[in-house]
Nanobody
């Protein structure tokens, strides 16, 4: 069955870096879009970035553009989110999500409702 498992979260100082991993199984990465979201208590889930594996199309939220990079390793069935220059406001639970769209839409990629499968999340805490 479809599974998405996040890892790589932790505690990091402001200005530091982390790389999150989303290990996938149960489907072919070539035919899907994978996204990263985050959520803090009391707020809506925020779309950060997505990648359409078939053609490499990617999108980023303004809040992370230039600091976060999404990438994939098809051989390992894994999608990554490299995060640099982390700030306290990046503290959240980070989730990866998948839908069966070969090409993400620039209008809807950051809407949580367009994703069908989700991982369990990994906590990122940015604190001195």
């Amino acid at each position: 069955q479809v599974q998405l498992v996040e890892s790589g979260g932790g505690v990091v100082q402001p200005g530091g870096s982390l790389r999150l991993s989303c290990k996938t199984s149960g489907f072919n990465l070539d035919y899907v879009t994978i996204a990263w979201f985050r959520q803090v208590p009391g707020k809506e889930r925020e779309g950060l970035s997505c990648i359409s594996i078939s053609d490499g199309t990617s999108y980023y939220a303004d809040s992370v553009k230039g600091r976060f990079t999404i990438s994939e390793d098809n051989a390992k069935n894994t999608v990554y989110l490299q995060m640099h220059n982390l700030k306290s406001e990046d503290t959240a639970v980070y989730y990866c999500a998948m839908n069966y769209r070969r090409r993400a839409s620039g209008r809807t990629w950051n809407h949580s409702l367009v994703y069908d499968y989700w991982g369990q999340g990994t906590q990122v805490t940015v604190s001195s």
